[in-house]
């Protein structure tokens, strides 16, 4: 039995690349075994908070799909940066250069854009033009003291078609041009994953992250006191497994089987 | 007198930023008093050289262009780091893919670009869409070692129309996606600073480095023992005079200034 699995309550899950491959024209497509894994989490009486850094689109929209594909999901159960970003904003009265996906956009509808005294980045995918990064560039240089917000930090994330930048690699093009350090909201900041703890109800002993991203999720998680699995779908990599600082409390092939190890060894308490 | 311009035999000449600012439909403009300061250094006997990062076109395109604004410069008096990578990929064997401008192509036409082996960014400038970084991203990622060789590593330079991203952002953006780090070919690279030094046959000490970049011109010449004074034009911004880690031989207002100074050293000595 996996030793990962004992005295769990609650569990974080990770979407895309554990529930899903994004991409394509339907928008992506679901994992093998994984839909039927998250209503046995469900069904199984465990706590269940879905925990993602997609930002290419609002919590609403982003449900919305998921249920498409077959998923049990509802918005109030999704922990996403965009909301928290806005929640951010709002608190510390700034005002956002906004460099997302259309998607996103109307998550900041309310959020006033005038006369920006920061620079919010997401997964902007096509956005990402050299005149949009440029510009964005231009707004951070010009303020006495650049404030750059990043809607997570991921590297790359998987499509049905191949690995895709993520909004890490363009904060970091953007912390190098004006020589300053992003604040991520987001994983891997433990605020983050301590947010949806605290609406579970739960410590940060009794949880279990599931996730693809071995610094994001795994890290992350780990940085907060949580337990944490990595699967070996989406952005997994064989080499994730021979990391020089990070590693995972368990490697699973999939959702569906981290799943079936968990319940089992709910059933075995 | 200043004494960064004692006993000086040699003078490289940064471009960009010194003698002139790119951008617009002429391709740039030469700054003002730049082309007789340029005369000046050839008639005082001084040793030249111009030691550019520039890789928006080919060195042969470039000279042309600096010609049309009314420079005296020719093609072997030019330190560009394409030909120094056209050279590193032939003497090491690799293979490239191309993340560069379209008038910087024509650089490597002989160059085998089958099967690539590596990645060699230049200033791509608009040809850094989302889909050529991407596409650049997933080519190293698919390589067992991935090597990454960027053709200099500035933030930003100066155009007419205002400040752009340089193919540094663009380095580290790759580096952070893919966990690697780039070779540099051009400044601030040492190699790059005494090639150039060679082809005068001269000594880092008898050597002067003008430019408006702090890191990569004045930070790269002092790290060969080369003084180096920062013109305030082009990139240059005030916080440049206060940096924790580099602090220039001489300030100077432009480059018609500093080579007042210098001859009148010269002519004292």
């Keep these: ?73 509802s918005e109030e159960e999704v922990t996403a940066p965009g909301p928290a970003a806005k929640k951010l904003l709002k608190d510390r009265g700034l005002r956002p250069h906004l460099l997302v996906h259309d998607d996103l956009l109307p998550e900041f509808d309310s959020t006033d854009k005038s006369d920006p005294n920061c620079v919010v980045i997401g997964d902007a995918a096509e956005n990402f033009s050299y005149q949009n990064v440029n510009h964005a560039f231009q707004v951070l240089l010009n303020m006495e003291k650049p404030i750059l917000i990043s809607l997570g930090k991921g590297r790359y994330y998987k499509e049905t078609d191949g690995l895709k930048l993520d909004v890490g690699a363009y904060m970091k093009a953007l912390e190098y041009a004006c020589d300053i350090t992003a604040e991520v909201v987001g994983k891997p900041s433990p605020n983050f994953f301590m947010s949806a703890l605290a609406e579970m109800g739960v410590k940060p002993e009794e949880a279990i992250m599931i996730g693809d991203d071995l610094i994001n999720d795994i890290g992350g998680a780990q940085s907060c006191g949580i337990k944490a699995v990595l699967v070996r779908t989406g952005k997994y990599r064989p080499t994730d497994e021979h990391h020089p600082d990070v590693t995972a409390d368990g490697y699973v092939d999939n959702l569906a089987l981290a799943v079936d190890i968990l319940l089992s060894s709910k059933g075995s308490q």
């Excluded at 974080?12 to 991409?23: I, K, W």
């Excluded at 093998?32 to 894994?37: H, L, T, V």
Aim: a positive charge; proline letters at 3%; hydrophobic letters at 45%.
């Design 1 to 73: 039995m996996a030793a990962w699995a004992k005295g769990v309550r609650a569990v974080l899950l990770d979407v895309s690349g554990v529930l899903y491959d994004s991409g394509g024209p339907a928008g992506g497509a679901a994992i093998p075994g994984s839909i039927e894994a998250v209503s046995r989490i469900r069904g199984s009486g465990l706590k269940l908070r879905f925990c993602t850094n997609e930002s290419q689109a609002t919590r609403d929209h982003f449900v919305r799909k998921l249920q498409r594909f077959g998923f049990m999901i």
